[in-house]
């Protein structure tokens, strides 16, 4: 297993090639920490990989120059040889937050932290996760810059930002870019799953059935639907004085989902089975109408599906979901599919128990990307793991495969001078904080500025 670990850095070996030199040796090591260290911050992957320095693994992370988008679309391609290409592959799309603390770290501000369920201090990764199944990994990762990063250039600039992100992207605007470079490196997928954050903005959907894509979305319950085509229509014009109406109508009458529900008959719920998990069969009661959606300026409105799905024992807890899949696709299918997105949840408590996707404690752009292409880069090493070893142990985990490689990779010798040398660099590192930090407090005092507010911009 430690092998296939070190074989599979060794497939990357030309995205860590710089012009006179390689850091393959350097990628390799930093992916030793991020399944070693129980905590994957650099300090203690430096205290338990062999060979691992921590000037050299900072510099790895921070200041080398290698292009961490090779690594991910190495990813992808790796991924879609594993995964792509079946009729239950399908690319899941979300973001998650990572609670940070200061206001220097790129991108951090206080908005909503999924992980946390509020408003936080943190940074937030739009996310694209390839899934067939129970098999998933990570392929795609972007920094959320929000509008009080856009606005400020200069601090941008002093995070490493390149001119070309210092742009306000929604997140929803970086889902979509992400499944259209997904398509372009031939990532083979049947449809896009999406929560209702994504699922809300109706331009996104409208833009994924253009470009010819099968989506899931989930939807809020304050959804406006039509049960019938709309049909809309310019009024007639009642004078000659005046301009012609311009604007479409429609005599039909909206609905919101959550009431549309309420006036279904309790036989209309059918039982479906989704998968075979863990605890039995995934039982879920689901309800299927095919309805219209229209924005109030397109011509033709659109007839797409409505998916409800309440969990068996709890009918309080409901999901809608809307889908442009074809009109004949069976209720069965299109409740298995909006199931799937259960899958980027698992993914992302992988990525962060496993690999240390949130564990990272770095300031700049690139090393904020180039910690996410290498938990990618470990994220496709369980997923192939898990795939070798599904005869002999289908029960295989990535928690247990971490666990097997702390056991068999070479581990820093614990003598006692080996800990009192580990002791002596932390005080080292503790110190010229302490030290920075009363250098800015100087500056401060001098300038007659806030202390407080300067130690938190460090």
């Known amino acids: 297993m430690a092998e296939r670990l070190s074989s599979t850095i060794e497939q990357f070996a030309d995205c860590f090639r710089l012009k006179t030199q390689s850091v393959l040796p350097q990628a390799e090591l930093y992916l030793h920490g991020l ?12 205290e338990v990989v062999v060979d691992a320095d921590y000037q050299q693994s900072q510099h790895f992370l921070t200041n ?15 991924a879609d040889g594993v995964l792509g290409g079946y009729d239950d592959t399908c690319l899941l799309l979300d973001d998650t937050g990572h609670v940070k603390k200061g206001l220097a770290s790129v991108g951090v501000a206080r908005q909503w932290c999924g992980r946390l369920g509020k408003v936080d201090n943190c940074q937030v990764a739009v996310c694209a996760v390839l ?26 600039r002093k995070a490493g930002v390149p001119e070309a992100d210092i742009v306000m992207r929604s997140k929803a605007e970086h889902a979509l870019d992400m499944v259209h470079h997904a398509r372009a490196l031939g990532v083979r997928f049947q449809w896009v799953g999406m929560d209702a ?26 959804q406006r639907i039509y049960l019938a085509d709309p049909k809309p229509h310019l009024s007639p014009r009642t004078s000659r004085r005046g301009r012609a109406p311009t604007r479409l109508r429609t005599n039909a009458e909206a609905i919101r989902v959550d009431q549309w529900i309420k006036k279904q008959p309790e036989q209309s719920w ?11 069969k995934l039982l879920v009661e689901s309800l299927h109408q095919r ?17 409800v799905r309440r969990e068996v024992g709890s009918p309080k807890t409901i999901k809608y979901s809307l889908s442009n899949a074809p009109e004949d696709i069976s209720h069965q299918r299109l409740a298995v599919m909006q199931g799937a997105r259960f899958w980027v949840e698992r993914s992302f408590q992988d990525a962060k128990s496993e690999c240390g996707m949130a564990d990272y404690q770095v300031r700049r752009w690139s090393a904020w990307h180039h910690h996410m292409a290498m938990v990618m880069i470990a994220m496709l090493f369980l997923l192939k793991e898990r795939i070798l070893q599904q005869g002999t142990s289908p029960l295989l985990s990535c928690s247990d495969i971490v666990y097997l490689l702390k056991a068999f ?33 100087a500056r401060s005092l001098s300038s007659g500025r806030c202390f407080g507010a300067e130690v938190a911009k460090g």
Request: hydrophobic share 35%; with cysteine; charged share 35%.
């Open 131 to 156: 899934c067939r199944q129970t098999r998933h990994t990570l392929i795609d990762t972007r920094l959320y810059l929000p509008k009080a990063w856009v606005d400020d250039p200069k601090r941008c």
């Open 197 to 222: 954050g994504y699922g809300k903005e109706p331009w996104l959907l409208r833009a994924l059935d253009a470009a010819g894509e099968t989506f899931v979305a989930d939807v809020h319950k304050h």
């Open 409 to 441: 990779l070479p581990r820093r010798t614990a003598h006692e001078d080996d800990l009192l040398e580990l002791i002596r660099q932390r005080h080292r590192r503790r110190q010229a904080a302490i030290e920075s930090a009363r250098r800015i407090q």
């Open 64 to 78: 080398s120059p290698w292009q961490y988008g090779h690594v991910r679309d190495k990813v992808a391609k790796e």
């Open 35 to 46: 399944v070693q260290a129980d905590r994957k911050n650099i300090e203690r992957m430096a």
């Open 291 to 307: 309805v219209w959606l229209w924005d109030g300026a397109e011509p033709t409105p659109q007839c797409w599906h409505l998916i």
């Open 270 to 280: 059918k039982t479906l089975t989704l998968r075979d998990s863990t605890r039995g």
